[in-house]
């Protein structure tokens, strides 16, 4: 009688402890998969679909700067930049946007260990269009679907870089983003033919790369990352006019009033194109169609 209790004691308390060592280890492992997620900090939001759909869910990424705000003027705020001890990686636009060029030492100070990659490395700069006479390039490079295939893969050779082991489903996630992109370069080309050499009026200049590679002209309000003087207004409207342009496309970043102003004197209306927005291919495929309607209207 004594024995048998004991045994059925000794019995219930292994299995206590079998059943208890199970559960810890379960949610230890569980958050060794959080942890082990690569930590990546992108500056703008297009570049986190760029990241996300190469590193499937082997990747945490954060954007620097956030929807709404304005990557020349935007200020991080000090839990944003907690985030930086914990990424091993940070992917730059690195074509001299204001945030990176303000801020990109700090970020680098906070962790030494994080590497840093330069997306535009490879893309050929153009002269910005809002600066008429000296040699400023336009650092919007990710609004062309060309661009961003350079972009992604760098990105591909850094997450490689970082977790080898996991080379070959990187390499399938990016073969098959790439693949997206040039579906998307070729359908706004086909959307976009026939309007070769037309001109687009946007409040600030930051289609400049798709412009080139579709044939357009972009015609920009703000001049030198500067709101437009009275005189500069005038030009514009003349400008529109005489072009017969009566779309004003602004980006959600930006106060509208110029361009409702200058929309109202042309016999035009105001509509909203987000060069930031993170859902990059279809964005791109709206933009195109809002720049195919502006031009045959
Ligand atoms: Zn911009």
Sequence with gaps: METRRILILLLLLTAMIIAGSLIYSASNSKQSINEDKIGVIVSIAPQ?????????????????VPPGANPHTYEPLPAQLSNVSQAELYVQVGSGIEFENVWMGKISNLNKKMAILNSSRGIEFIKSTEYDEDN????????????AEIMVESIYQ??????????EYYEANKNKYLQELEESDENITKALAGNENKKILVYHPAWGYFCRDYGLTQIS??????????????????????????????????SRKNADAIASEIGGQVIIIDDLDKNYINNLKEVSRSFKNALNT
């Design 221 to 254: 309000i703000e001049k030198k990352g500067k709101e437009p003087t009275p005189q500069g207004i005038a030009n514009v409207i003349d400008q529109a006019k005489k072009e017969n342009i009566k779309i004003v496309f602004v980006s959600p970043q930006y």
């Design 158 to 167: 850094s997450l490689v870089q970082i977790d080898p082991a996991n080379k």
């Design 136 to 147: 400023e390039y336009d650092t919007h490079v990710w609004v062309s679907p060309r661009n």
């Design 48 to 64: 986190a679909e760029f990241v996300e759909k190469i590193g499937g869910d082997n990747v945490k990424v954060t954007v620097m």
